[in-house]
């Protein structure tokens, strides 16, 4: 598999797993849902956990000190001050590196199962939707 490759599913696996990490806790420390902390945990692991000799592989192919797009900002991007607009932020960002993977995956090199990104993404809605409702219903 090219380098360049690798380094496309490391970096969404990683950001997979952080924007996860973001609505996992808000949904456990702020809205003490543990129905929804458990689904949010249990996809986290589920997407992100790859065979050790993968992450071996990921991780020789990393280049975070050499990437172009270490300082790069979107033009308009804005510290969020609200939660709920941390969690569409989060939620989307999830959304958009499960869409890379599922693409990804569908590359006969790549051994990762394409609809198993393609399911999460869709589950990944729902529960965004269901966050958001519950964070607008506590503010009110």
Known sequence: MPEETLRIIDANLNRIGEGLRV?????????????????????????????????????????????????????????????????VANARRVQEALRVMEEMAKNPAVPLDSDKFKRARFKLYTIEKELFAKLIHREV
């Open 23 to 87: 609505l996992e806790d808000i949904a456990r420390l702020l809205l003490d849902d543990a129905a929804l902390s458990q689904q949010l945990k249990d996809m986290r692991h589920e997407l992100v956990k790859v065979d050790i000799s993968f992450e071996e592989i990921f991780l020789q192919a990393r280049n975070s000190e050499g990437d172009v797009g270490i300082d790069l900002q979107a033009t308009g991007e804005e510290k969020y001050k609200e939660i709920t607009a941390t969690v």
